[in-house]
């Protein structure tokens, strides 16, 4: 009987003692899950705010890739010229690329971008080649441009050779100022608008000269940006 009570006791204190193991283990196990807890949750945290920093000191982003935003009411644009006879002339709009390499639709001569002025909506892309083609279609294409179009070139390879008067006149028209001193394998970009008052303020030119050349036989390309006003009723 004694050994009996004796083996109870034993048997007793046994299990306590493997549930008090039981019980400390299980307290060790759940601090450490709570201190991994804590310091995944930390990490991701931390990650997050370096992320948001991140984010909120990168440069923002406009609409062609110009240097600033355009007030209300304008349209924003940016072109380059060709390089030499490699590169074809890039015309973008509101963030549309409207002429470039790319898309396939720039050639030798002046390429011309035509923009409606009110919606920004394009209207019409060409190129003509002032080197080994004729000024004709080209002349009678500017007599057709409706009032209110705003109109891009930019030139590429050669844009002057076959140009003549008339043709230089009736670009004068449309703002430029540069159309009358454009020559052979010169650089240049200009953007006007049919039926504007006053010369246009977004034209650049880069004359053809081998002691200044950037490329052998042509200037460096020219680039410009900017914002058009808006049509108004």
Known sequence: MKLEKAESRVCAAKLVVVVA??????????????????ANLGHIFARSALDAAARSTKPPRYKCGISKACPEKHFAFKMASGAANVVGPKICV???????GVKNNVGRGINVALVNGKTGELL????FDMWGGDVAPFIEFLKSIQDGTIVLMGTYDDGATK???????????LGSTSITNLGFRDNWVFCGGKGIKTKSPFEQHIKNNK?????????????MEGCIPQKQD
Request: no cysteine; aromatic share 14%; hydrophobic share 45%.
């Open 94 to 100: 509101e963030d549309n690329v409207l002429m470039s």
């Open 124 to 127: 019409d892309t060409k190129f």
């Open 21 to 38: 193991i039981f019980l400390l283990t299980f307290y060790v196990i759940s601090q450490v899950f709570e201190i991994k807890m804590d």
């Open 163 to 173: 140009l003549n008067e008339e043709a230089r006149k009736l670009i004068a028209e």
């Open 211 to 223: 002691d200044t050349n950037k490329y052998e036989g042509w200037p460096e390309v020219v680039e």
